[in-house]
């Protein structure tokens, strides 16, 4: 089976540093994605991760250790339009990309 | 520039129609997906396609069939429409096994069914 848990919600300030984690359990594995979501939006991507360790990109980071079946996505230098959904996914064998319910992060001024 | 279209933004219809979605990806990706999205639910998997005249259920293929008859167009087809189907369906399409690459989203479709 597949199980894939993030956070619900997360708040966090203006300027300031966040870490999303995501753990998961699937029958098998060939990569993770972060994708980020606006209200009403389509999800855009942030990253993928397929071997241990981690990426940078800008603000934004993600790190992956498959032994463990943990990722988490670091965000620095908080804007507000970083407010957003934060989804987690798992690519399987089978090329199926199975999502976690996502994380809403609420950033203060 | 990628792009997934999807036929509709908003639909309303009623209890017991027959509704068609329509996805077209213009990347020439084997792989297309049918998500449907829900408050505190999260992306949920309805059909996935990696070829032509191929499909493999997802979590919650329950009320809803899939038609791939040429590359580029994925249907997802609600034989017999019930209020339960009221959300946010979205396709996305994906290069097939190539490692790094991201799946493409269309820009959603949300369905009322009254």
Known sequence: GQNIDQPTEMTATEGAIVQINCTYQTSGFNGLFWYQQHAGEAPTFLSYNVLDGLEEKGRFSSFLSRSKGYSYLLLKELQMKDSASYLCAVRDMDDKIIFGKGTRLHILP | ?114
């Open chain 2, 1 to 114: 520039d990628v792009k997934v279209t999807q036929s509709s933004r908003y639909l309303v219809k009623r209890t017991g129609e027959k509704v068609f979605l329509e996805c077209v990806q213009d990347m020439d990706h084997e792989n297309m997906f049918w998500y449907r999205q829900d408050p505190g639910l999260g992306l949920r998997l309805i059909y996935f396609s990696y070829d032509v005249k191929m499909k493999e259920k997802g979590d919650i293929p329950e009320g809803y069939s899939v038609s791939r008859e040429k590359k580029e167009r994925f249907s997802l087809i609600l034989e017999s429409a019930s209020t339960n189907q009221t959300s946010m369906y979205l396709c996305a399409s994906r290069l097939q096994g190539a490692s790094g690459t991201e799946a493409f989203f269309g820009q959603g479709t949300r369905l009322t069914v009254v």
